[in-house]
């Protein structure tokens, strides 16, 4: 073999080895990488594990120190006004827990809680609760967000009636108008539309849904609430 021909084999290996380095360079640089991103996954699977945990330690704490202070408040009021004030708060810190959760529902869940939750707090004021509830009604899931807006909206309305209607029932009908849920809830006791914190709350969780919300003198002479938002669409 030539000197010459034997230096052209030789260049021929050196670039194929430097190929094969370069492959194997990049492999190893690939496998890094990829290790790096599990690396950083487990880190961040650990880092939200460790924060659900803290969170529901903490839910726990609320609930079990806050919630048995709202409950003594409940059995020690004088009033049915004052123990349903305490027992409001006490929701609102349950549904507080619950949104941060992200507990899903639907519709008709979450409707069927408000009409418990109502049923209890009119029946401990001794006011009676007329559902009407049409037939047929969608049933889409609704967001953390949007089942609070609706409970508090409710819950607001719940209260006005019980501290300042001085009403004997209350009537909440439910329907549906084209993609519009509709929520009426007329008191048979005096005409209360005030304009305070409760009811600008109210005007803006209605803002928060899309929807409207209205006040005007009841049937029966109290006050009727009428809310107004647009559904999501149920999927297929």
């Not at 549904?95 to 418990?116: C, E, H, K, N, Q």
């Amino acid at each position: 073999m030539t000197t010459a021909l034997s230096l052209a084999v030789f260049g021929v290996v050196l670039l194929l080895l430097a190929a094969s380095w370069r492959r194997e360079r990049r492999a190893h640089a690939q496998t890094l990488a990829a290790l790096d991103r599990e690396r950083r996954e487990r880190e961040r699977e650990i880092g939200e594990q460790a924060a659900a945990q803290e969170r529901e330690r903490i839910y726990h704490d609320l609930h079990d120190d806050l919630g048995a202070k709202l409950l003594s408040l409940i059995h020690a009021a004088t009033t049915p006004q004052q123990a349903d004030q305490a027992r409001a708060v006490l929701q609102d810190l349950r549904d507080t827990v619950s949104r941060s959760r992200g507990t899903p529902g639907t519709l008709l869940d979450v409707l069927a809680d408000i009409r418990s939750e109502a049923r209890q707090r009119l029946a401990a004021a001794q006011i009676e609760l007329r559902w009407d509830e049409a037939d047929g009604l969608p049933d889409p899931p609704l967001r953390s967000e949007q089942s609070l807006h609706l409970h508090r909206i409710v819950r607001e309305a719940i209260s006005n009636t019980i501290r300042h209607a001085q009403a004997a029932s209350l009537r909440v009908r439910v329907a549906c108008r084209g993609g519009d849920l509709l929520l009426e809830l007329t008191d048979d006791g005096h005409l209360a539309i005030a304009d305070g914190s409760g009811t600008r709350g109210m005007r803006q969780r209605a803002h928060e849904l899309a929807g409207d919300i209205r006040w005007t003198a009841g049937t029966a002479g109290g006050t009727k609430v009428v809310l107004a938002f647009p559904l999501p669409v149920a999927a297929g």
